[in-house]
């Protein structure tokens, strides 16, 4: 995928599911891939938290160029930066600083999904033009209601909530007009991924996509 031509809101609507992975080992991630492929998903979500990360980000843009491969928990610039150089589509952060707002102004290297928990942050990442942004901590955050208070101020605003999510709460968020996909770790249970049990983990995705998703992003 040429990324210059990829917005986030293309991104997002590919969901409505995105599994944020935490992949220790670089031979689990082909098969991990193709196993939440089968089972419809089509935004993988890749941390920077291990130091197999980006390695595992190279090696999906090139063996399986069918997903859309976010680079999640991207915190600085320079980790921004070297995602895309390794290939990431996308980048995923918890939070927005100013270094991030200064880096989007100056010629972002991929769009990035700033994470927001706040009316303030909300409203200093709209300012920057943004328009679509990860809900995180979304359980601990306020959840649900969050959204629903922020659709009245920040109608335009859309969110991908993450943090706290599970199977069993998923629609609930997908319901939401200002929801336009949710994330999580569970889609991917390390127990699962040890084990190679990659039916089970196809199955998990379809499962969670047969919740649907009201896709107005
Ligand atoms: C994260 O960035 O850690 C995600 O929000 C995943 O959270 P979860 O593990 O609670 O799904």
Redesign the pocket.
Known sequence: MNTSELTLEMALTRGPVIP?L?IDRVDEAVPLARALLAGGVQVL?V?LRTPAALDVIRLLAHEVPEALVAA??VTTPEQWEAAAHAGAHLA?S?GLTPRLLSALRSGAPTPLLP?VATASELMTAMDAGLSHF?F????QAGGVGMLKAFHGPFADARFCP?????FDTAANFLALPNVACV????LAPVSAVRAGDWERITQLARDTLSLGGTLTA
Do not use: N, R
């Open positions: 944020v935490v979500e941390t999640g928990t995923v918890p994470g990860k995180f901590p979304a359980q993450t943090g706290g999510i599970t994330g999580g770790s569970w």
